[in-house]
């Protein structure tokens, strides 16, 4: 059974880090594209960012830019998300998720998720 499992949530005060990762256990997804999404309490999921199989091409949501890195090692099977300059509105459960391709990486349009790791930045 494929899974991909999420780690490295907890709680933060505002201006601190923390770093999340994605494991794919029972399958390789070396070549697919991986994507973190966040949902908040009574908000629609929101793409965050995602990186391509190579590790090539990232994308991210504006609101992120230049505070959140995503990479990944194949070797290991494992997507991180560095999340830097935590603010409270980045408060949410973060879920890891693949796709074949690179392509369309902001909808919800992947084959595989996790079960999400909950993130929360106090003020």
């Known amino acids: 059974q494929v899974q991909l499992v999420e780690s490295g949530g907890g709680l933060v005060q505002a201006g601190g880090s923390l770093r999340l990762s994605c494991a794919a256990v029972?399958?390789?997804?070396?070549?697919?594209?991986k994507g973190w999404f966040r949902q908040a309490p009574g908000k629609e999921r929101e793409f965050v960012a995602a990186?391509?199989?190579?590790?090539?091409?990232?994308y991210y949501v504006a609101s992120v830019k230049d505070r959140f890195t995503i990479a990944r090692d194949n070797a290991k099977n494992t997507v991180y998300l560095q999340m830097n300059s935590l603010k409270p509105e980045d408060t949410a459960v973060y879920y890891c998720a693949a796709r074949p391709t690179f392509f369309r990486v902001t909808t919800g349009e992947y084959s595989d998720w996790g079960q999400g790791t909950q993130v929360t930045v106090s003020s």
């Open positions: 029972g399958r390789t997804f070396s070549s697919y594209t």
């Open positions: 990186i391509s199989g190579s590790g090539g091409s990232t």
